[in-house]
């Protein structure tokens, strides 16, 4: 069975960075995607990767502030978030497809981890 294991949230003030880490269990040569849920909203894509880490995809509202990446010698994948503003607060959750290609569709995603909070301060 495929464990996510999330870590590297926190709270910090508008401005400032966080990296986000995502630990898997065993090898995967699937892609990877984050997601956020903020209080009150719908679950919503941030970024994915593919396995070789050639192709990357981002929502428009972090595209530039935000920036995946992936370790697979660690079986890790990283979310780097620079200019955090208070509309980036949510729980982010790691996830994993059964493909090595990348989607922004949640159905798409098999495995979830349990999410770390992130909170930006104004």
């Known amino acids: 069975q495929v464990q996510l294991i999330e870590s590297g949230g926190g709270l910090v003030q508008a401005g400032g960075s966080l990296r986000l880490s995502c630990a898997t269990s065993?090898?995967?040569?699937?892609?990877m995607g984050w997601f956020r849920q903020a209080p009150g909203k719908e679950r919503e894509f941030v970024a994915a990767i593919t396995w070789s880490g050639d192709s990357t995809y981002y929502a428009d509202s972090v595209k530039g502030r935000f920036t995946i990446s992936r370790d697979n010698a660690k079986n890790t994948v990283y979310l780097r978030m620079n200019i955090l503003k208070p509309e980036d607060t949510a729980l982010y959750y790691c996830?994993?497809?059964?493909?090595?290609?990348?989607?922004?569709?949640?159905?798409?995603?098999?495995?979830w981890g349990q999410g770390t909070q992130v909170t930006v301060s104004s």
């Open positions: 996830a994993q497809r059964t493909y090595s290609s990348i989607s922004y569709y949640q159905n798409e995603y098999a495995y």
């Open positions: 065993g090898r995967t040569f699937n892609a």
